[in-house]
């Protein structure tokens, strides 16, 4: 299967939210479910003011720490994407403390999140957020095009904004979301350099094989597996906080 | 085997239903092999649940009107799209029109006609049937017209069916006194100016020839919160190509902040900048001298009166940095002629803006913008015959952005029985589409004469018409008062009669003709049956006149019969039109080439006039003059509206997908303002205006985005109905607040941001 990947040009986006709503009824999520939030972001003072909007949705990275921590495969890579089969998961809510993007939710006590509308795609179609953006600042398809049109695409805004570059080609290990940014992450709410390794190699190499034992239980006995599971990972938590202070210490 | 065929032309039937015309994946033809209907205890996506019916059809969540295919699997509807063959919304829809599923299965809708019980305005109605509610109406009708004439009746419309009544029924019932908030509540102004300077109207679609253009100059306008979906898009496409951007705005909008200079200006100042502009286009010599010389009249007078007009004349009175304004000009002029200043929509605002936008086309007409490649094109309207039927009671639509471009004659219509408009058309105000909030007036003076009763067909007639108060008290001197709605707004309580519509995705309409660079025709076809008893416009209309005596007009019986004898004459036919998606495009005449040397500008010099002289011989400036509006006063601030982008008008405020989007609005408040005061981001306040009109209570939105001497909020919020269960008491009303405004003296518009609001910390 071929690698893809989104386009996200937050230089473009103009935070219409067309790409909320066409994926809240495409997909038919329930209310209070959004798979994309556009937050309105304002710097400097008046009348010296720059500003945008941050497009919060899954990043579909790489190595994605949900994916990672899932005990149940519910969470899977596929194409490049993160992909989720809700039928599987547990309700564990690993994934939900794991994503450095803040990005599953529990929805009726299953995870919930972007699944890169892989039945759209796999019928010929395109993701609704993108086929109905307006502004032309989401694209979807093979990553390797992608990266090129985001490449690009930076170079044409250069002079409006010396400082735009890529981000995701390489960020936590690459991301399935190609952003086109005018600014520095830091400044677009974004982190210059996310964490994920650490915080994913922590967990399958000290923590998870700890409790592993309890945790395969979980994939056979879906309805118990929640709770035990749940109880599991707040120990897991613990362990995860004293090996971060090791880290940061260490540091 | 049986399986397998079935496999494929399931997906094929999926790639014409889901294909869309944007993204790598399906441009790039990139085959991902098919996965079957995920299988298990979740339910399958819709569009595996049957076969996807797609329907061609006219977007209404906000009056741009994009083309669309709506998909319905048996009887429901799960999703629109863009219909990738419309000019206007070329695949891709915003997100109100991604809302239109849900407004159709909003839970509080109409559902049956009603006939009062109670008082009027207290909301008591027994449901009952089309025939005895219809019957009520058209007995009450014919009494009226016996006993005052026909022209006692008042129509106003708004949304796409408007057309039925405030059109083809106001005429052949024969009242002139039918008119739309997209008038005189939005684009009056606008239009006028243009019929003034250019000899023809703007036109719904601004006619911006956007893939040339290389300067955009904004005054006032939100793209991107204002999300019609296709300026969006011409804009995103324009700005990736490095046009250059400056936006004039008192609040740094989404647009401003795309923006290469945004010039935070004093609201009610606008004038002066565009006199400043002028000053420094001539003072400098950069303007287009060449199509000055060849297609302007009155270019010397104008030079005069600007002489003295500089920048540092309009600093300080815009509270704008001279530079800045010099440096504008300079910026727009290095682009021409692929330079302007967009002309917006809504534009009533001080009262003076007939003027103000004529300043604005002067500006435009310096850049040399009109008919040249990458400036305005020249629309024009598609060919197509309107319905045979006999001659109209009262001839000349009640305008508003649907109409026709017509030439405004000298004489006003009369209506059978001798009686013009009663809006004060040449007595109040110039010219221009009937006015809406000037009909008021005479439903509680009689002057004129008196209107006894009003049909109102899709106007949010509270949440609309400035003067909330004066409204009410109208309201409760109608002999008739009959509301045709989809959801109970405010004003269904004040009717007699309430007749419940089907939504577009329910019925068919009018065709939709654009005037446009390449002029076309859309159809509207339903996608489902209508909602309970709910009932098509056209329907209505039909009947009411079979009852009313106007059997003459109403010789189609459908809807299809009609459409189809309108496209016959340009040998199409709703048959053939499924066939072309829904849309009939036909050529232009976008450019001077296209005119052959005769001229496109319509005006009696046949050039665009600078100087009027038909506003001289009206008392009125013949070159627009800077007339300052009133300031707030101490502790008050100029209440600004506008749109959010999941929004429209009072429209879509309860409609479950898009209220979950914005529940409620915010009053946009300087950030300094809010630490002065004491007062912090989210508190909840209400508003008291110069009159003491009270709303909210409202959640302060404290920011760097806005003066400090005006506060924002998003039109349609603060709604006084519990049965719009959603919508009901959530933000604050800015119509509420607006109990005065000015009337612009020569297009009619009703000037609106000249109302200040105070906060109070308690109701
Ligand atoms: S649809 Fe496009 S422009 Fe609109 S908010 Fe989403 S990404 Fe931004
Ligand atoms: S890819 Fe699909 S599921 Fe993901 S945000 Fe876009 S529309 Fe929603
Ligand atoms: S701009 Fe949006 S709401 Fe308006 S017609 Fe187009 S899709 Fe519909």
């Given at each position: 299967m071929a690698t893809n990947a989104f386009l996200l040009d937050i230089s473009r986006c103009i935070g219409c939210q067309a790409c909320t709503a066409a994926c809240k009824t495409g997909n038919e999520l329930p209310a209070g479910t959004q798979f994309i939030q556009l937050i309105e972001q304002t710097r400097g003072t008046f009348p010296n003011l720059e500003g945008g909007f941050q497009n919060h949705r899954c990043y579909h990275c790489t190595d994605a720490a949900c994916v990672s921590v899932c005990p149940t495969g519910a969470l899977f890579k596929e194409g490049g994407m993160t992909r989720l089969n809700r039928d599987v998961c547990s309700g564990c809510q690993y994934c939900t403390d794991a994503c450095p993007f803040d990005v599953p939710q529990m929805v009726d006590g299953r995870c919930s999140k972007c699944d890169a509308c892989a039945d759209v795609v796999a019928a010929g179609g395109t993701p609704w957020c993108v086929r109905t953006c307006p502004s032309d600042a989401l694209r979807f398809g093979d990553r390797q095009e992608i990266l090129a049109e985001a490449q690009s695409r930076v170079a044409a805004i250069k002079e409006r904004y010396p400082k735009a570059r890529v981000y995701g080609e390489t960020e936590a290990g690459g991301l399935g979301v190609i952003m086109v940014l005018p600014d520095d992450p830091e400044v677009l709410d974004l982190p210059a350099n996310p964490q994920v390794p650490l915080l994913v190699n922590t967990w399958q190499k000290v923590v998870q094989p700890a409790t592993m034992g309890l945790t395969g239980l979980s994939i056979l006995v879906t309805g118990v597996a929640a709770v035990i599971a749940r109880r599991n990972h707040m120990q897991e938590l613990k362990l995860l906080h004293k090996e971060e202070a090791k880290a940061d210490e260490s540091k | 085997?049986?399986?397998?065929?079935?496999?494929?032309?399931?997906?094929?039937?999926?790639?014409?239903?889901?294909?869309?015309?944007?993204?790598?994946?399906?441009?790039?033809?990139?085959?991902?092999?098919?996965?079957?209907?995920?299988?298990?205890?979740?339910?399958?996506?819709?569009?595996?649940?049957?076969?996807?019916?797609?329907?061609?059809?006219?977007?209404?969540?906000?009056?741009?009107?994009?083309?669309?295919?709506?998909?319905?699997?048996?009887?429901?509807?799960?999703?629109?799209?863009?219909?990738?063959?419309?000019?206007?919304?070329?695949?891709?829809?915003?997100?109100?029109?991604?809302?239109?599923?849900?407004?159709?299965?909003?839970?509080?809708?109409?559902?049956?006609?009603?006939?009062?019980?109670?008082?009027?305005?207290?909301?008591?109605?027994?449901?009952?049937?089309?025939?005895?509610?219809?019957?009520?109406?058209?007995?009450?009708?014919?009494?009226?017209?016996?006993?005052?004439?026909?022209?006692?009746?008042?129509?106003?419309?708004?949304?796409?069916?408007?057309?039925?009544?405030?059109?083809?029924?106001?005429?052949?019932w024969g009242t002139p006194n039918a008119a739309k908030p997209s008038s005189s509540l939005c684009t009056s102004p606008r239009e006028e100016a243009s019929n003034l300077t250019l000899g023809f109207p703007v036109g719904g679609h601004e006619p911006v020839d956007w893939e040339g253009l290389r300067c955009l100059t904004l005054i006032g306008s939100h793209i991107g919160e204002d999300s019609r979906n296709t300026v969006m898009q011409d804009f995103a496409k324009a700005w990736g190509r490095g046009a250059k951007v400056i936006v004039v705005d008192p609040r740094f909008s989404s647009v401003?902040?795309?923006?290469?200079?945004?010039?935070?200006?004093?609201?009610?100042?606008?004038?002066?900048?565009?006199?400043?502009?002028?000053?420094?286009?001539?003072?400098?010599?950069?303007?287009?001298?060449?199509?000055?010389?060849?297609?302007?009249?009155?270019?010397?007078?104008?030079?005069?009166?600007?002489?003295?007009?500089?920048?540092?004349?309009?600093?300080?009175?815009?509270?704008?940095?001279?530079?800045?304004?010099?440096?504008?000009?300079?910026?727009?002029?290095d682009s021409l002629p692929q330079s302007l200043i967009m002309p917006g929509r809504h534009v009533t605002w001080y009262g003076n803006d007939t003027q103000r936008m004529r300043a604005a086309y002067t500006v435009n007409a310096l850049l040399g913008a009109y008919g040249r490649e990458g400036g305005f094109y020249f629309n024009k309207s598609p060919y197509i015959e309107a319905y045979p039927h006999p001659p109209f009671a009262v001839a000349g639509s009640a305008g508003g952005c649907s109409a026709e471009p017509g030439a405004e004659s000298a004489e006003l219509p009369v209506g059978p029985s001798g009686k013009a408009r009663a809006d004060g058309a040449r007595t109040k105000f110039l010219r221009g589409a009937t006015a809406m909030q000037e009909l008021i007036e005479p439903m509680i003076t009689g002057e004129p004469y008196p209107i006894k009763a009003l049909i109102v067909y899709g106007t949010n007639l509270l949440n609309t018409v400035p003067d909330v108060p004066r409204t009410i008290e109208a309201l409760k001197n109608l002999d008739l008062v009959v509301a045709i709605d989809v959801l109970p707004m405010e004003h269904v309580a004040w009717a007699d009669i309430v007749l419940p519509e089907a939504t577009v995705l329910e019925r068919y309409d009018e065709l939709w003709t654009v005037a446009h660079k390449t002029p076309y025709i859309a159809l509207r076809e339903p996608a489902v049956e209508p909602y309970a008893d709910t009932k098509p416009a056209w329907w209505m209309a039909r009947e009411l006149g079979m009852r009313v005596g106007l059997e003459n007009y109403f010789k189609w019986e459908t809807a299809e019969e009609y459409i189809n004898t309108r496209l016959q004459t340009i040998g199409s036919s709703i048959e053939k039109m499924r066939e072309e998606k829904g849309i009939i495009v036909q050529k232009g005449k976008p450019y001077f080439a296209d005119f052959k040397g005769s001229s496109p500008f319509l005006t009696k010099t046949g050039k665009i006039e600078l100087y009027s002289d038909e506003l001289a011989l009206a008392g009125q400036d013949p070159i627009p003059v800077y007339t300052p509006t009133e300031d707030p006063p101490d502790g008050f601030f100029r209440l600004l509206y506008g749109r959010h982008p999941v929004h429209t008008f009072a429209k879509t405020q309860n409609t479950p997908l898009l209220h979950e989007l914005y529940p409620e609005n915010e009053l946009w408040i300087n950030a300094g303002i809010v630490a002065a005061q004491g007062m912090k981001d989210g508190d909840r306040v209400w508003l008291e205006n110069q009159d003491g009109a009270r709303s909210g209570p409202v959640k302060l939105k404290a920011t760097e985005r806005i003066r400090p001497d005006a506060v924002f909020m998003a039109h349609g919020f603060g709604r006084n109905e519990p049965a719009l269960t959603l919508a009901n008491g959530k933000g604050a009303n800015d119509a509420q607040l607006q109990t005065r405004y000015i009337l612009d003296p020569i297009s009619g518009g009703a000037g609106m941001r000249v109302n200040f609001v105070r906060i109070v910390k308690e109701a």
């Open positions: - | 085997m049986g399986k397998v065929q079935l496999q494929i032309s399931r997906r094929t039937f999926l790639k014409s239903a889901l294909a869309g015309s944007a993204g790598l994946a399906v441009a790039g033809g990139h085959a991902i092999p098919a996965v079957a209907a995920p299988e298990g205890s979740a339910e399958p996506p819709w569009f595996y649940r049957g076969q996807i019916k797609t329907t061609y059809s006219v977007c209404d969540m906000c009056p741009w009107r994009c083309g669309i295919t709506v998909q319905s699997v048996g009887d429901r509807v799960y999703k629109i799209d863009g219909n990738p063959a419309d000019p206007k919304s070329r695949g891709m829809l915003c997100a109100r029109g991604q809302g239109g599923v849900s407004f159709m299965y909003d839970p509080d809708r109409l559902r049956s006609p009603m006939l009062r019980t109670g008082e009027r305005g207290e909301g008591k109605f027994q449901e009952v049937t089309w025939p005895e509610a219809l019957d009520a109406m058209a007995e009450k009708l014919l009494a009226i017209k016996e006993q005052y004439g026909p022209e006692s009746v008042a129509v106003f419309g708004h949304t796409s069916g408007e057309f039925w009544f405030a059109d083809y029924f106001a005429q052949a401003a902040a795309k923006a290469d200079y945004w010039l935070p200006i004093k609201p009610g100042t606008d004038t002066a900048l565009l006199l400043a502009w002028i000053n420094v286009l001539i003072a400098e010599k950069r303007y287009d001298a060449d199509y000055i010389a060849e297609w302007a009249d009155g270019f010397d007078k104008l030079a005069a009166h600007v002489a003295d007009l500089t920048p540092e004349w309009a600093a300080a009175i815009t509270e704008l940095d001279p530079e800045l304004i010099r440096t504008t000009a300079r910026v727009m002029a």
